[in-house]
């Protein structure tokens, strides 16, 4: 059975991902103790266009991206509203329809580029198993090393035989993302891609996926309490808190004049602890 | 929890013994000096030693060349002294909730130091953390309740109570808030600035953050391929970097996260 009604080839969707009413419970111990992860959330992402989920911790970030990607756990959760990808309704897609759309339309980045890979096996042949998924083992070779240098990666035969433990965190991350874009995806979902790296890795990965995002026209999801880099990266910022919408506006409107309540609270947090919107350090126009 | 007196720390010439390539030591030859009573950041990449100086200040990382001391402990320090070095020494670990017991009660984890350095009694402890919980913002009903039941922010204020339940003169925290949301952050940062300034401990703080920095430190030691490259005031270093690397961080940092609203998409 299937509720979804893919977007007919040949017709651009003019949105690559949209959520209405997004409503996810879980149930309580006991009767009354429900938790909403998130309350009713509205948010689009147009084809090509860039936009950054932020909040604390709590807020519900994690659980819209399991939604997108459509990873929520359905037995255990109540679910309510549409969450389209491509046209795809992800929240009542087949395993089938998922499997089409995951790795191959959409890329996903995590934080945890560690746990990205097994640590046993070649970095290299496990992003040539990523490729032959959903591609002739024929095609392969050739577009692991386009995505390597799409990533930033020399994609050296030495480097393809390296097991994740002998590449730093640094490398680690841009072969996650080497394994996000290998298919070409129209969407990419970031999950706190830069919270294991250091200042000089989180700029050198936002000027990564902002020249990804010119040179393929990808769109992207990027969930982060890293406001800097939500700043940097993102047309549009939406505040999370509690599973409902705080703010919503272009990062220039909502860093820049929060409105009052939860998400003037993240922002005047961020400029503490961040620097954003303080003075300029010297060297740094 | 009576407090110790605040201890400095002189770090002279280190080498480690563990390298991070044949012939290269993770610490090649570190200085660092932190004045008794100040709070002091540590900042650099990834791979710069942060950690592996933490751990040699705790005396886990033996070093093959070079001077440790904390207050009038040699580090490590021999059998004899390692319980009062103990007790001087706070850790706040980067991994709260994977530092605290997840199926213990709160109470236990937190009064670890009280009963295996300070040979405090079970009923003592017990006590002693309901006294300790309030200190950092925690509700003391929280003491029974298991170590996986409390979120990140709690599990890091208790990381902290334990820390400081033996009154020590010096705490380390290891990048304390690198998991938590910037309101979380700053509320224990706010936290650490006031436990500070509650028992003139001395602060060791590794930062991720450069703002962190400048924000809640006295003075910042800045590491670079296991060596201090650069080290004075917070405000001057971060605000004037002399040193290349340091440069480089400041600029990656401000880059980020612009003063006075975003950067133009690209």
Redesign the interface.
């Known amino acids: 059975m299937s509720g979804s009604s893919p977007t007919p080839p040949g017709r651009t969707a003019p949105t690559s991902l949209s959520i209405e009413g997004l409503r996810v419970v879980w149930p309580g111990r006991d009767e009354g103790a429900d938790v909403a992860a998130l309350g009713g959330v509205s948010l689009t992402v147009p084809a090509g266009g860039?936009v950054a989920v932020a909040?604390?911790?709590?807020s519900g970030k994690s659980t819209l991206v399991a939604c997108v990607l459509g990873l929520l756990d359905r037995r255990r959760a109540r679910v309510e509203g549409r969450v389209e990808v491509f046209g795809t309704d992800v929240l009542r897609a087949s395993d089938r329809e998922l499997a089409a759309l995951r790795g191959r339309r959409v890329g996903y980045v995590g934080q945890l580029f560690h746990a990205a890979f097994d640590p046993l096996f070649t970095v290299g042949s496990q992003l040539a198993e990523a490729h032959r998924a959903h591609a002739p083992a024929a095609a392969t070779d050739g577009a692991v090393a386009e995505a390597l240098r799409l990533a930033g990666l020399d994609a050296g035969p030495d480097l393809l035989r390296l097991r994740p433990h002998e590449m730093?965190?640094?490398m680690l991350q841009r072969a996650q993302v080497a394994a996000a874009i290998l298919h070409r995806p129209d969407l990419l979902v970031l999950d706190e891609p830069t919270?294991a790296?250091?200042?000089?890795?989180?700029?050198e990965f936002?000027t990564l996926v902002?020249?990804l995002?010119?040179r393929t026209g990808a769109a992207v999801l990027l969930a982060t309490?890293?406001?800097?880099?939500a700043?940097?990266?993102?047309?549009r910022v939406v505040v999370l808190h509690r599973g409902r919408v705080a703010a919503a506006g272009t990062?220039?409107e909502v860093?820049?004049s929060p409105p009052d309540g939860q998400a003037r609270?993240?922002v005047e947090?961020?400029r503490?602890?961040?620097?954003?919107?303080?003075?300029?350090?010297?060297?740094?126009a | 929890m009576s407090g110790r007196e605040a201890v400095g720390v002189e770090v002279r010439g280190a080498v480690t013994a563990i390298e991070r390539a044949p012939g290269v030591p993770v610490l090649a030859g570190l200085d660092l000096s932190v004045r008794p009573g100040s709070c002091h950041g540590i900042v650099?990449?990834?791979?710069s030693g942060k950690t592996t100086l933490l751990r040699v200040l705790l005396g886990r990382v033996t070093i093959r060349a070079g001077s440790v001391t904390i207050g009038r402990h040699a580090v490590p320090p021999p059998p004899p002294a390692r319980l009062e070095f103990a007790r001087t020494v706070g850790l706040v670990p980067q991994d709260a909730v994977g530092s605290l017991d997840p199926v213990g009660p709160i109470w236990w984890s937190v009064t670890e130091g009280l009963r295996i350095q300070a040979g405090v009694s079970r009923a003592e402890a017990r006590a002693a953390a309901t006294a300790l919980l309030p200190r950092v913002g925690l509700d003391p009903a929280l003491a029974d309740r298991r170590g996986g039941e409390l979120?990140?922010?709690q599990a890091q204020r208790a990381c902290l109570a334990r820390a400081i339940a033996t009154g020590p003169g010096l705490i380390l925290a290891d990048e304390p808030?690198?998991?938590?949301?910037?309101?979380?952050?700053?509320?224990v940062?706010d936290l650490l600035a006031r436990v500070r300034a509650e028992t003139g401990a001395t602060l060791l703080i590794v930062a991720?953050?450069?703002?962190?920095v400048?924000?809640w430190c006295d003075d910042v030691t800045v590491l670079h391929l296991g060596r201090a490259v650069e080290r004075g005031p917070a405000t001057r270093v971060?605000?004037?970097?002399i040193h290349e690397h340091t440069?480089?961080?400041?600029?990656?940092?401000?880059?980020?996260?612009?003063?006075?609203?975003?950067?133009a998409?690209?």
């Not at chain 1, 909040?55 to 709590?58: A, I, K, N, V």
């Not at chain 2, 650099?44 to 791979?47: D, E, L």
């Not at chain 2, 971060?238 to 970097?241: E, N």
């Open positions: 860039a909040g604390e911790s709590g730093s965190g640094g919270a790296l250091d200042a000089l890795r989180r700029r936002a902002a020249e995002r010119a309490h890293d406001l800097g880099l700043a940097r990266l993102a047309d990062a220039a860093l820049g609270a993240l947090a961020w503490r602890t961040a620097g954003g919107g303080g003075e300029a350090p010297g060297g740094a | 650099g990449g990834s791979g979120s990140g922010g808030t690198s998991a938590l949301d910037p309101v979380l952050e700053a509320s940062l991720h953050s450069l703002a962190v400048r924000t971060l605000s004037a970097p440069r480089a961080l400041v600029e990656a940092s401000a880059d980020l996260n612009p003063g006075g609203g975003p950067p998409n690209p």
